[in-house]
């Protein structure tokens, strides 16, 4: 078949190798889905993409997500990625939003300065965590009962829980049990001293993937995405804040999140640092 092109990008990130590394096809409607699935698999990133026409009404393009085990119906770290490179390749929106098609459905994304955000999708589950999940999440994390300050399903597709703790440092000493842990997915917030920690974010996040082919992910827009619907909804977070993540990995990944009207919008920046072209 004939070649296609593809790039690689680091997103949420301001210069290379400090993100979430992406890769993109370009016009891969060719493809078929076990090329997709294969190629995903091959590249052992945490998230693949595969730019194509769109087929619902007012979409500017369409995006089918990978990882190396099984295809996601949204996440977002690949939304901004995909977008950046749907855009550097010559990509013009209809209207003034880019309107991105995915399993999910549309999902509206802006240009904000020098930085891409999207509209956080709705919640698929929200509310209390079970008791014995709590605990299981307390122990597998090796944390005292009291540790967790704050607890909420956060699941907007891939099925995140989150738990809040009290200081970014303990955050940042998590040695997490995979053994105990498996089977969801666990995000991990807590805010920012000022004092000792500096005033470049708010929060600390880990976004946890026990038992997937990555531990844990480098920075995870689903997960702050719906981090921010919990936190802002409840009065935990403010209506606009900088999430650093990536921190225990070398990364240094910055997510901007605001609240406009009823939206709350998830950006950040992305490089591009590999341009060619696959053959498969």
Not at 95 to 103: H, R, T, Y
Not at 172 to 197: I, S
Request: net charge negative; aromatic share 6%; with cysteine.
């Amino acid at each position: 078949m004939p070649s296609l092109a593809f790039q690689q990008v680091d997103v949420f990130a301001a210069s290379p190798l400090q993100g979430n590394p992406l890769a993109v096809v370009i016009g891969a409607d060719a493809l078929t889905d076990a090329q997709m699935a294969a190629f995903a698999n091959w590249t052992n990133l945490s998230e693949t993409t595969f730019l194509l026409r769109p087929r619902a009404a007012g979409a500017d393009y369409r995006v089918r997500i990978f990882t190396p085990e099984r295809e996601l119906p949204f996440a977002g770290h690949p939304t901004l990625g995909s977008c950046h490179v749907w855009l550097a390749s010559g990509g013009v929106p209809q209207a003034g939003a880019i309107v991105q098609e995915c399993d999910a459905g549309l999902v509206r994304i802006r240009r904000d300065g020098g930085m891409l955000a999207f509209a956080a999708p709705p919640l698929r589950r929200a509310g209390a965590v079970e008791a014995g999940l709590l605990a299981r999440i307390v122990r597998g994390l090796g944390l005292a009962p009291d540790a967790v300050v704050a607890s909420n399903w956060v699941d907007n597709g891939p099925g995140w829980v989150a738990v809040m703790l009290r200081s970014r440092a303990e955050v940042l000493a998590l040695k997490p049990d995979p053994l105990v842990l498996g089977g969801f997915l666990l995000g991990v917030v807590a805010p920012w001293d000022a004092a000792a920690d500096g005033g470049d974010a708010q929060f600390e996040v880990r976004a946890l993937l026990p038992g997937a082919n990555v531990a844990e992910d480098p920075v995870t827009g689903s997960l702050n995405a719906s981090l921010a619907q919990w936190m802002i909804g409840s009065g935990l977070a403010p209506d606009a804040y900088v999430a650093c993540q990536g921190t225990v990995l070398g990364r240094a990944g910055r997510v901007h999140v605001r609240r406009i009207g009823a939206d709350i919008w998830v950006g950040g920046a992305t490089v591009t640092c590999i341009s060619g072209t696959l053959t498969l």
